[in-house]
């Protein structure tokens, strides 16, 4: 299937995605990522400059969607602060335990991988996961505003541990190939956040 120049870009962006979510981004290849795609190589090149310049438009691609779902799960839209971050975070656990592919965390996927290869692709992961805290960190401010949520001392402090936990706790469901790590971090954050 050919593509269209405008959006060969992003195609190529979508198609790599899932094969990078279950290869990981060293063992897998250009040649694999363009013949999936079916994109010549010299368009890859005039679309980015090189590999890891496409792994960070990948990653800031990934943001994109991933912050907009955020903002859209996290919108007030009535209920509680504190139902809407918990919403959040049972999603989260029902995501990461399910069994496909292209709902998995590419921050869980590509951290450890690329952080000490690319400074572009961790700066792009740097970027992403602070503005995720930031966005969790309003969330709990906003609980606390509308009393479903009690005090917190620093808010972003609380939003930074919980997202740390949760992606430990991603980690370490793939490495036991279960889903008890997921489990533990939901209700270590209803203790965190006193709704337990």
């Known amino acids: 299937m050919k593509t269209e120049s405008p959006c060969v870009r992003q195609h190529i962006i979508d198609t790599a995605k899932p094969i990078i979510l279950g290869k990981g981004y060293a063992a897998v290849g250009l040649s694999e990522i363009l013949s999936a795609a079916d994109v010549p190589k010299g368009s890859f090149y005039h679309y980015f400059k090189s590999k890891d310049a496409f792994g960070e438009a990948l990653l800031e691609h990934y943001f994109d969607d991933y912050l907009a ?53 961790r700066e792009a992961l740097n ?30 402090a609380a939003a930074e541990t919980l997202y740390q936990m949760w992606l430990g706790a991603t980690l370490l469901s793939k490495i036991r190939r279960d889903d008890s790590p997921l489990r533990a971090a939901l209700q270590s954050t209803r203790q965190l956040l006193h709704l337990a």
């Open 127 to 156: 970027r992403g996961t602070a503005a995720v805290v930031r966005r969790l960190a309003a969330c709990i401010e906003a609980g606390q505003a509308d009393g479903s949520l009690a005090t917190i001392d620093d808010a972003h």
């Open 69 to 121: 779902w955020i903002d859209a799960l996290l919108a007030d839209d009535g209920t509680p602060a504190a139902e809407r971050l918990m919403r959040y975070w049972q999603g989260w656990g029902n995501h990461q335990a399910c069994d496909k592919r292209e709902s998995k965390c590419l921050v869980v996927k590509l951290g450890g991988e690329v952080s000490d290869l690319s400074e572009a692709m």
